[in-house]
């Protein structure tokens, strides 16, 4: 009945997961679930009340432009100077998305022709892969390992592969192993996009949760990186805001150009008062942003004191409310994702279901109170592992 994109869909490990969730619920567990990276505190109530503004205004209830509010993408534009102090033309060098997915997701189709290779990290995010596919690409799997700070070895990819390679995507900070990138690393994937002729899209939807000070480098910042590249920035994680789905890409316009033509021809552009709210969130004062860091940092160490306990040392992660931790060695990822749920009812995220190389780890997401975390690191101390 399906096409072939369809049911070439790997088994989805995450519906699997939700089922063993529900079971247990359902037999009365009060389940800790640090699986998802759904922000769990509210959107801040000044962009909340800014959409509930907004909504009211008829002009907003028309279909929006395709590329997005020109005030919408001044502010965006705006917030990447007074943040990081890049400079982007508002009009031709960003465009507004439905969310960092959409743009993730749709990218493929601008660069990809059938057979083209597009560069995926693993383990990752989905829908590098899976949006290459849909547009008859190959991925190239770029393994992320921990010996090489979970950044990709741009000499290990063959010769033949990289002819054919259109595209490469990045994520930094890093979801799942929130891993940083240097300044070094993306100056080498500069020269690596400019001698190739490869597209670069960075994915930089976690890029202002940091913790201790950290400041994380975006890829826009790299002299050359607007020849080569688009940066994704998202409203979800930084404002708490996931649900609304608004987002935007930043860079080369004739890269944002061709994802334009893709998105003009499949959606219709992001609801008019959801971009004025965007405005609000990114033109007001950044305290919200700083304030979500501080409970997310005393999440991370509450959470990094039971590992440590347990015989699991994670190094701090500087960046995402994600802790990657390696699984004791006798265990699948799988297998001790299940046990941590049957016999301690806590859901984390077994690594391999972001690729093959995220065997031997698992995934915590930072997303329930401190008192939660501490419940749960009492839990997992009970454990015989
Ligand atoms: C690395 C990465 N990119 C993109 C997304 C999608 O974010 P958005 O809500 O902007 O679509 C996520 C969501 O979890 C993510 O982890």
Redesign the pocket.
Known sequence: MYADRINALPAYLFATIDEAKSKMVEKGVDVIDLGV?DPDKPTPSHIVESMCEAVKDPQNHKYPSYSGLIEFRKAAAKWLKDTRNINVDPATETLTMI????G?AHIPLAFINPGDVALVPDPA?P?YKIGTQFAGGKPHIMPLLEENGFLPDLDSIPQDIIAKSKLMFL?YPN?PTSATATVDFFKEVVDFAEDNNIVIVH?N??SDIVFDGYKSPSFLEIDGAMDVGIE?Y?L??TYNM?GW?L?FAAGNSEIINGLGKVKSNIDSGAFDAIQKAGITALASSQQCVEDMNKTYTSRRDTLLKGLKEMGLEVKPPKATFYVWAPVPEKYKSIEFSKLLLEEAGIVATPGVGFGEYGEGYIRFALTRSVDRISEAVERMGKLEI
């Not at 969310?99 to 959409?102: A, D, H, L, P």
Request: net charge positive.
């Open positions: 990276g969310g960092s997915k959409e993730v995010y829908v994520n979801n994915d939807a976690y994704l998202s979800s994680k996931t789905r987002a």
